[in-house]
Nanobody
Framework: VQLQASGGGWVQTGGSLRLSCAAS????????MGWFRQAPGKGREFVAA????????DYADSVKGRFTISRDNAKNTMYLQMNSLLPDDTAVYYC?????????????????????WGQGTLVTVSS
């Protein structure tokens, strides 16, 4: 599976961006998909995840109410709509997927449970 993240860019505080993650090589319609981010000098942080059908989602507390994760299995693509962006949201955003055994927050937050990763897309939010 290859993942291609796109949609990053520069935006002012309060602005919006929509990230996309396109999968190729095999269908990921049976996989959990997720977004992580890594700010300069910090570790990789969980942002959001979505189950195979799109009916279940999970978010980090820091983005709840501002970010929305979704997927289109017909297009083998996942999205992250980011609204009300803050300078603390500045990071490289990575998409990931894999056969995560359980859709539970305490499992989804760990990068090691995901099998495949995209290359990342940079989001910069200016104050």
């Amino acid at each position: 599976v290859q993942l291609q993240a796109s949609g990053g860019g520069w935006v002012q505080t309060g602005g919006s961006l929509r990230l996309s993650c396109a999968a190729s090589g095999r269908t990921v319609s049976d996989y959990v998909m997720g977004w992580f981010r890594q700010a300069p000098g910090k570790g990789r942080e969980f942002v959001a995840a979505i189950n195979w059908s799109g009916e279940s989602t999970d978010y980090a507390d820091s983005v709840k109410g501002r970010f929305t994760i979704s997927r289109d299995n017909a297009k083998n693509t996942m999205y992250l709509q980011m609204n009300s962006l803050l300078p603390d949201d500045t990071a490289v955003y990575y998409c990931a997927t894999g056969s995560v055994p359980f859709f539970a927050h305490n499992i989804l937050v760990h990068p090691a449970v995901y099998d495949y990763w995209g290359q990342g897309t940079l989001v910069t939010v200016s104050s």
